[in-house]
């Protein structure tokens, strides 16, 4: 595949730990990126972002799926999103002082002309396309809920006291329902998935402009936590970005 990718996280300047985490799984013919973002008092969110990368890493790591039909990958991220679910929810029963905890997750499985998404949360997943930033996933949030009532605008949520409330994540309910979805990779495409430490700091536009105009994807990622550090750091900051290559012509 003519794609090439980075990864990185910080933990920003404010909080004590980072409780991001994230995973690449590099298959010969596909390959699997996720970002989770930990949620939970006393520190536990990264239990629950850890339990969503390590299962993640136990059921896919094998590089073993050979169909790419839609209905089985939906079928897929939602055995999996529900096996993360329940490992979340079995520890919180287990030891009571971690009760609470959950995390975001959003996945994106890359073959070399598709891109097929599974989503939980308030991380994103966006494709930089012709220099324009497209949202694929969609914020599970409380004011996103008030954005799509009408009661507030986008503009007005980004300063909404309750912006941080997740209204679906793993680890909060047996009962969950996945977001999927799939779309087709074009030559010079970027996609990028991310923590809410990013967005929150750093506008659509600007992340577009650090991932077109960097020629690296490791050097899109630094410009774009350096600028979201810059604006305060509040919280930990994860950033997955790959690049589809333009093929070379004959």
């Given at each position: 595949?003519?794609?090439?990718y980075?990864t990185?996280?910080?933990?920003?300047?404010v909080?004590?730990?980072?409780?991001d985490n994230?995973?690449?799984?590099?298959?010969?013919s596909?390959?699997?990126?996720a970002?989770?973002?930990?949620m939970g008092?006393?520190?536990?969110g990264?239990?629950?972002?850890?339990?969503?990368?390590?299962?993640?890493?136990?059921?896919?790591?094998?590089?073993g799926?050979?169909?790419?039909?839609?209905?089985?990958?939906?079928k897929m991220?939602?055995g999996?999103?529900?096996?993360?679910?329940?490992?979340?929810?079995?520890?919180?029963?287990?030891k009571?002082?971690?009760?609470g905890?959950?995390?975001?997750?959003?996945?994106?499985?890359?073959?070399?002309?598709?891109?097929?998404?599974?989503?939980?949360?308030?991380?994103?997943i966006y494709?930089?396309?012709?220099?324009?930033?497209?949202?694929?996933?969609?914020?599970?949030?409380?004011?996103?809920e008030?954005?799509?009532?009408g009661?507030i605008?986008?503009?007005?949520?980004?300063?909404?006291?309750?912006?941080?409330?997740?209204t679906?994540?793993?680890?909060?309910d047996?009962?969950?329902?996945?977001?999927?979805?799939?779309?087709d990779?074009?030559?010079?495409?970027r996609?990028?998935?991310c923590?809410?430490?990013?967005?929150?700091?750093v506008e659509d536009h600007?992340?577009?402009?650090?991932?077109?105009?960097?020629?690296?994807?490791?050097?899109?990622i630094?410009?774009?936590?350096?600028k979201?550090?810059?604006r305060?750091?509040?919280d930990?900051?994860?950033v997955?970005?790959?690049?589809?290559?333009?093929k070379?012509?004959?």
């Amino acid at each position: 595949m003519l794609i090439r990718y980075s990864t990185g996280t910080d933990k920003g300047k404010v909080r004590d730990r980072n409780e991001d985490n994230n995973i690449v799984i590099d298959c010969d013919s596909y390959l699997v990126f996720a970002v989770a973002d930990g949620m939970g008092g006393m520190d536990f969110g990264d239990v629950a972002s850890t339990t969503a990368v390590e299962c993640i890493e136990k059921e896919l790591s094998d590089c073993g799926m050979q169909s790419f039909t839609e209905t089985e990958i939906k079928k897929m991220f939602t055995g999996i999103f529900n096996l993360i679910n329940n490992k979340i929810i079995e520890k919180c029963i287990e030891k009571k002082s971690i009760t609470g905890m959950g995390t975001t997750l959003s996945v994106c499985i890359v073959t070399d002309d598709k891109a097929y998404i599974g989503h939980m949360g308030d991380s994103r997943i966006y494709i930089i396309r012709g220099g324009k930033a497209i949202q694929v996933t969609k914020d599970h949030s409380y004011v996103e809920e008030l954005i799509d009532s009408g009661r507030i605008t986008r503009e007005q949520a980004k300063s909404h006291p309750n912006r941080n409330i997740i209204t679906r994540a793993l680890g909060l309910d047996r009962d969950i329902v996945v977001d999927t979805d799939a779309f087709d990779l074009l030559e010079g495409d970027r996609i990028l998935l991310c923590t809410d430490g990013l967005t929150n700091a750093v506008e659509d536009h600007e992340i577009t402009a650090m991932a077109v105009d960097e020629p690296e994807p490791d050097k899109g990622i630094s410009a774009m936590i350096a600028k979201a550090i810059e604006r305060g750091g509040r919280d930990n900051i994860t950033v997955q970005l790959l690049y589809k290559e333009v093929k070379p012509e004959e």
